[in-house]
Nanobody, 122 residues
Framework: QVQLVESGGGLVQAGGSLRLSCAAS????????MGWFRQAPGKEREFVAA????????LYADSVKGRFTISRDNAKNTVYLQMNSLEPEDTAVYYC???????????????WGQGTQVTVSS
């Protein structure tokens, strides 16, 4: 079993930057694809970005492409989401997730964190 804990959220003005972290613990020896999702009030959870087990491949939602960067440090069991040029529309609870399968992009996520709030003021 894998536990995921997000951190790094907060309040930032439009145009600013934040870096989110997702630390994994437990049985982390597998080849996990990782993803970031977000959910704004009144909206469905949406995909943000994904990265494969080695960090060599990544995928982004069109809404964040060019502004966000996903990365991972397997030695630290941590995945990151660098968010630049933030917009009020980016305001949401951000969740990280892990896929225990080997394919990319991940089609199903098996473990989820509890989320971290990101608020972007206009």
């Amino acid at each position: 079993q894998v536990q995921l804990v997000e951190s790094g959220g907060g309040l930032v003005q439009a145009g600013g930057s934040l870096r989110l972290s997702c630390a994994a613990s437990g049985r982390t020896g597998g080849s996990y694809g990782m993803g970031w999702f977000r959910q704004a009030p009144g909206k469905e959870r949406e995909f943000v970005a994904a990265i494969n087990w080695s960090g060599a491949r990544s995928l982004y939602a069109d809404s964040v492409k060019g502004r966000f960067t996903i990365s991972r440090d397997n030695a630290k069991n941590t995945v990151y989401l660098q968010m630049n040029s933030l917009e009020p529309e980016d305001t949401a609870v951000y969740y990280c997730a892990a896929d225990r399968g080997g394919g990319f992009p991940p089609l199903q996520y098996d473990y989820w964190g509890q989320g971290t709030q990101v608020t972007v003021s206009s």
